[in-house]
Nanobody
Framework: QVQLVESGGGLMQAGGSLRLSCAAS????????MAWFRQAPGKEREFVAA????????SYADSVKGRFTISRDNAKNTVSLQMNSLRPEDTAVYYC?????????????????WGQGTQVTVSS
């Protein structure tokens, strides 16, 4: 059983920065691919960023490329999302997700475990 707990959300003005963290339980964290998704009110959940087992490969949605950075620390069982140059359209609940097969994908249904989410609100 894998448990994911997000933290670091909050209210920020446009142009500011936030750092989200996701702490994972389990002794095999380094075998998971990890990702961040987000869901805005009235919209479907969308892919934000993903990272492979070692951290050597990352993937980003076009809307966040160049502004957001995903990273992981396998020694601490954590994955982070550094969000810079925030925009009002980044407002959403952000979810951490784990793929136990270690595959990096942008498809939400491929991820096996999800956190409860953390709210990010960006004011203009």
């Amino acid at each position: 059983q894998v448990q994911l707990v997000e933290s670091g959300g909050g209210l920020m003005q446009a142009g500011g920065s936030l750092r989200l963290s996701c702490a994972a339980s389990g002794r095999t964290f380094s075998s998971y691919a990890m990702a961040w998704f987000r869901q805005a009110p009235g919209k479907e959940r969308e892919f934000v960023a993903a990272i492979n087992r070692s951290g050597g490969y990352t993937s980003y949605a076009d809307s966040v490329k160049g502004r957001f950075t995903i990273s992981r620390d396998n020694a601490k069982n954590t994955v982070s999302l550094q969000m810079n140059s925030l925009r009002p359209e980044d407002t959403a609940v952000y979810y951490c997700a784990a793929d136990l097969h270690g595959l990096v994908t942008t498809t939400a249904s491929r991820y096996d475990h999800w956190g409860q989410g953390t709210q990010v609100t960006v004011s203009s």
